[in-house]
Nanobody
Framework: QVQLVESGGGSVQAGGSLSLSCAASGRTIGSYAMGWFRQAPGKEREFVAGISWSGGRTSYGDSVKGRFTISRDNAKNTVSVQMNSLKPEDTAVYYC?????????????????????WGQGTQVTVSS
C-alpha cells in the first residue's frame, strides 16, 4: 500500500509560480513512475505531468508544456512539480499519483487508468 500526501497548494495571481510536492510512504517508490493530475470543477481529471522512475523521461499535458517542470528525489521518496506562468485556467485540485505496476526505466504513464494510488489533492487557485 502506498500513501501519498501533497503539499504546496495555495492562491496566486496570474503569471505567478507555485511548487507542489508529494511525499510517498508505505512503499519505496524508486521503481515506480509518478505523475500529477488535476481536476477543475465540472471537468474530467486530466494528466498534468509524469516522470519515469529513473527520472530519465518526463511527459507533460499540452496545456502545461513549457510552464511546468516535474522532478523527483528517490532518496526522499518525493516528487515535485514547479509551476510557472500560472493562468486562471490552471485553477484545480492537483493530485499526485503512482501507477499500479512497475514499468521500464523510461515508462511514463499518462492515462488515469494506469495509476493505482492517489493522494488527497491540494487546491491551486490562480486569480486574474
Amino acid at each position: 500500500q502506498v500513501q501519498l500526501v501533497e503539499s504546496g497548494g495555495g492562491s496566486v495571481q496570474a503569471g505567478g509560480s507555485l511548487s507542489l510536492s508529494c511525499a510517498a510512504s508505505g512503499r519505496t517508490i524508486g521503481s515506480y513512475a509518478m505523475g500529477w493530475f488535476r481536476q477543475a470543477p465540472g471537468k474530467e481529471r486530466e494528466f498534468v505531468a509524469g516522470i519515469s522512475w529513473s527520472g530519465g523521461r518526463t511527459s507533460y499535458g499540452d496545456s502545461v508544456k513549457g510552464r511546468f517542470t516535474i522532478s523527483r528525489d528517490n532518496a526522499k521518496n518525493t516528487v515535485s512539480v514547479q509551476m510557472n506562468s500560472l493562468k486562471p485556467e490552471d485553477t484545480a485540485v492537483y493530485y499526485c499519483a503512482v501507477p499500479g505496476s512497475v514499468g521500464s526505466m523510461l515508462y511514463v504513464p499518462t492515462r488515469r487508468s494506469e495509476y493505482g494510488y492517489w493522494g488527497q489533492g491540494t487546491q491551486v487557485t490562480v486569480s486574474s
